[in-house]
């Protein structure tokens, strides 16, 4: 009878997700951002809901949960109901680099991907007195010149991607500790610090004040052609993307993933999505990403190669 007893209520909770898979959505679903208002994270959540909401039928809300790095929203949705109605927008401060905290959730276990949205383009770039104009200049200044260049560290991914530097040119650099990378720039633009990873969408407005070293992608950036990678520049395999990406907690149906999914696919494929995001200096993730496999593909290899680097460099909670 007990066995009865429990395959009857596995069969009836099954039932009911398939009836709420079919139904779904039904209701408003919140996409929560874990982080303030106004920046780039904020505006690209914002553009894809709005945009979703055509697709779905339905308003996607967004709610900035900040704090802790976006670990504290990032919770919320691990401890979530899994039924579609609550997802977050991550990225690699949230998804990879939190490993710096102590976590109630493990980022590997706990979500289901929806889809890779977009890559971020980071750049290095230097004060406009800086003697060199390329990534070799400045290794080969730094050769005549040791000890003498600063490293803005204003998050974990400024910071593992200076260690990384570090390791494949051999030269070190002098870490300064920054909050916020709107701070960073401006002491950047003034001469008061050498060098500076950020977003693509902050340096630009500056761009003519300080020199872009290098793009930290693989390839380079339709948002921003001119800028040649680091491999053209002279440091190959200098990489760091600071992407975004759709989680939905762990259970939830794969019918549901599937909506969400489609939503998220037909808006990027939108022109005036697309130009929104090159605005921003932003590029659509490649179609073959932007499925839940492609995410937690491309999650897993960014969590292979970074986690090492975070651990063997000892970065901590400081680094944010």
Not at 252 to 262: G, Q, S, V, Y
């Amino acid at each position: 009878m007990r066995r009865f007893w429990a395959a009857l209520s596995l069969s009836f909770l099954l039932g009911v997700a398939a009836v709420q898979a079919q139904t779904y959505p039904s209701r408003p679903i919140t996409l929560i951002v874990p982080f303030p208002p106004g920046g780039s994270t904020d505006t690209a959540a914002r553009i894809m809901g709005e945009r979703m909401r055509a697709t779905l039928g339905q308003s996607v809300v967004i709610e900035n949960v900040g704090g802790a790095g976006g670990s504290i929203g990032v919770g919320r949705v691990a401890r979530a109901a899994p039924d579609g109605y609550t997802f977050d927008i991550g990225q690699w401060d949230t998804h990879v680099g939190s490993i710096i905290y102590k976590l109630d959730y493990d980022l590997e276990k706990d979500f289901e991907p929806i889809a890779l949205v977009s890559n971020n383009p980071q750049l290095m770039v230097a004060k406009k007195d800086l003697p060199a104009n390329t990534l070799a200049e400045l290794v080969a200044w730094m050769k005549e010149n040791p000890g003498k260049i600063n490293f803005v560290n204003q998050n974990a991914a400024a910071n593992v991607t200076g260690v990384l530097f570090e390791n494949l040119t051999k030269q070190k650099v002098q870490f300064i500790p920054y909050r916020g990378a709107g701070p960073a720039m401006t002491d950047l633009v003034s001469g008061t610090v050498d060098l500076l990873v950020v977003q693509g969408a902050v340096a630009l407005p500056q761009i003519r004040k300080i020199k872009a070293l290098a793009n930290l992608s693989p390839t380079r950036s339709a948002s921003m052609p001119d800028i040649p990678t680091a491999d053209e520049s002279g440091v190959p395999g200098l990489y760091m993307s600071g992407w975004f990406g759709f989680w939905a907690p762990k259970g939830t149906p794969r019918e549901i993933i599937a909506k969400l999914n489609a939503a998220t696919t037909e808006a990027l494929a939108d022109p005036a999505i697309q130009k929104r995001f090159t605005e921003l200096g932003l590029d659509v993730a490649p179609r073959a990403q932007q499925t839940p496999e492609g995410l937690a593909a491309f999650q897993k290899a960014e969590i292979e190669k970074w986690w090492p680097i975070i651990k063997s460099a000892g970065i901590g909670i400081q680094a944010q």
